[in-house]
């Protein structure tokens, strides 16, 4: 269902983020990400002269290596287009990110790596999105590929190994309104977990 119509209006400007997760030949993940940001209107820098309406001022990539343990092995960033021209300089500095794992802290980790003048604000804007579509992509290709080589996949096994990749059930249980311990996700996948069974 698309959004209520909207009031008479001009578009003034696009951001546009393309994250893809990947399998590697070497048995490791690339979690890949676009940015850009165009304007819908001449807009003059003085680094640049005018950036015309649709030319992109931020063109940025970011691509993060990853293995299965979710330990970033490379990351490598890109600046294509920016404002200023001091911008890409920072895009080396996303290196450093290699060997964090992307877990709990992370962002606060990758911010003590290249935050401030280290980083970047539009790539550091990424992190926390890809580390989601690295989520995304790791769990569940591993619990597919431990899937007995049968027919159809069973969707109820399938379910549980990538619960269990992302630390079983009780690491899913209220974190959004689907996992709520009272909704009927829980109650068909997990009834022990239910609030019911819980005050019982």
Same mark, same amino acid.
């Given at each position: 269902?698309?959004? &209520?119509?909207? *009031? !008479?209006?001009?578009?003034?400007?696009?951001?546009?983020?393309?994250?893809?997760?990947?399998?590697?030949?070497?048995?490791?993940?690339?979690? !890949?990400? #676009?940015? &850009?940001?165009?304007?819908?209107?001449?807009?003059? &820098?003085?680094?640049?002269?005018v950036?015309?309406?649709? !030319?992109?001022?931020?063109?940025?990539?970011?691509?993060?290596?990853v293995?299965? #343990?979710?330990?970033i092995?490379?990351?490598?960033?890109?600046?294509?287009? +920016?404002?200023?021209?001091?911008?890409?300089?920072?895009?080396?500095? %996303?290196?450093?990110?290699?060997?964090? /794992?992307?877990?709990?802290? %992370?962002?606060?980790?990758?911010?003590?790596? *290249?935050?401030?003048?280290?980083?970047c604000?539009?790539?550091?804007?990424?992190? #926390?999105?890809?580390?989601?579509?690295? %989520? #995304?992509?790791?769990?569940?290709?591993?619990?597919?590929?431990?899937?007995?080589?049968?027919?159809?996949?069973? +969707?109820?096994?399938?379910?549980?190994?990538? &619960?269990?990749?992302?630390?079983?059930?009780?690491?899913?249980?209220?974190?959004?309104? +689907?996992?709520? !311990?009272?909704?009927? *996700? *829980?109650? /068909?996948?997990?009834?022990?977990?239910?609030?019911?069974?819980?005050?019982?």
């Amino acid at each position: 269902m698309p959004l &209520s119509p909207p *009031v !008479e209006r001009n578009k003034l400007h696009t951001r546009e983020i393309v994250i893809a997760g990947y399998s590697r030949g070497d048995g490791l993940y690339d979690i !890949e990400a #676009q940015l &850009s940001d165009t304007k819908a209107y001449p807009l003059p &820098s003085e680094d640049r002269g005018v950036i015309a309406p649709g !030319e992109k001022l931020h063109g940025m990539w970011l691509r993060m290596t990853v293995d299965g #343990q979710m330990t970033i092995q490379t990351c490598e960033a890109a600046t294509d287009y +920016a404002p200023y021209t001091a911008c890409p300089q920072a895009a080396p500095n %996303f290196a450093r990110l290699a060997g964090l /794992r992307i877990g709990r802290g %992370f962002l606060k980790l990758a911010a003590e790596r *290249v935050g401030g003048t280290l980083g970047c604000t539009h790539l550091r804007e990424l992190l #926390q999105q890809m580390a989601t579509t690295a %989520f #995304q992509t790791i769990g569940p290709a591993r619990a597919h590929r431990s899937m007995p080589a049968r027919g159809a996949v069973n +969707a109820a096994e399938l379910d549980k190994r990538i &619960s269990d990749q992302f630390g079983g059930p009780k690491s899913l249980v209220n974190t959004c309104l +689907a996992y709520a !311990e009272d909704g009927p *996700v *829980v109650r /068909r996948r997990w009834p022990e977990l239910t609030r019911q069974a819980a005050a019982e």
